[in-house]
T-cell receptor
């Protein structure tokens, strides 16, 4: 399968713990996006990268959240000191550069905070 | 900032019925418009997109959508639904130029098609 890959699929952790998610985009895609989706809502934009540069961050992304894409390929999203409100599905998408390029989504990582 | 409204949160139809899902956006400039579909247990998939040109766009699986600029709308239609169309449907926009391709989604419409 050459689609967007996200790991793990599910993560259960206790409040206060740190978690890290990984996203492997489609190989030729130089743009990578992170979204968060809570129950009954559509995905909400968190941040995006063009190659290794993080070009935009949503104000939803508090200082407990950090994302990296060190070599312009895979990306990680880390949440420090998790809170109950962090429980959500975290989605990764990738696209080619250009305003008319559609985004391709992964299956997401579902985070549950106990 | 742009926003998207999907007015129908849950829709139940019988097979062969016609479908129209509403989508309105709020943004003063030029936008790209998308419909994504999420089948049970699967990832979001692109159904169709509008960038420019003919405001009536056709997508996969017999779906189509019409961009009406004066109404800021991009409604999704299908003349005859099938049981396999049961899914959640999301309308999304991104602003251009300079929007960075980030998508703003509506809250989604859950469609159930009954046999």
């Amino acid at each position: 399968d050459t689609g967007v890959s996200q790991n793990p699929r599910h993560k259960i952790t206790k409040r206060g713990q740190n978690v890290t998610f990984r996203c492997d985009p489609i190989s030729e895609h130089n743009r990578l996006y992170w979204y968060r989706q809570t129950l009954g809502q559509g995905p909400e934009f968190l941040t995006y990268f063009q190659n290794e540069a993080q070009l935009e961050k949503s104000r939803l992304l508090s200082d407990r959240f950090s994302a990296e894409r060190p070599k312009g390929s895979f990306s990680t999203l880390e949440i420090q000191r998790t809170e109950q409100g962090d429980s959500a599905m975290y989605l990764c998408a990738s696209s080619l550069q250009g305003e008319n390029q559609p985004q391709h989504f992964g299956d997401g990582t579902r985070l549950s905070i106990l | 900032a742009q926003s998207v409204s999907q007015h129908n949160h849950h829709v139940i139809l019988s097979e062969a019925a016609s479908l129209e899902l509403g989508c309105n956006y709020s943004y003063g400039g030029t936008v790209n418009l998308f419909w994504y579909v999420q089948y049970p247990g699967q990832h979001l998939q692109l159904l169709l997109k509008y960038f420019s040109g003919d405001p009536l766009v056709k997508g996969i699986k017999g779906f189509e959508a019409e961009f009406i600029k004066s109404k800021f709308s991009f409604n999704l239609r299908k003349p005859s639904v099938q049981w396999s169309d049961t899914a959640e449907y999301f309308c999304a926009v991104n602003a251009r130029p300079g929007g960075g391709n980030k998508l703003t989604f509506g809250t989604g419409t859950q469609l159930k098609v009954e046999l």
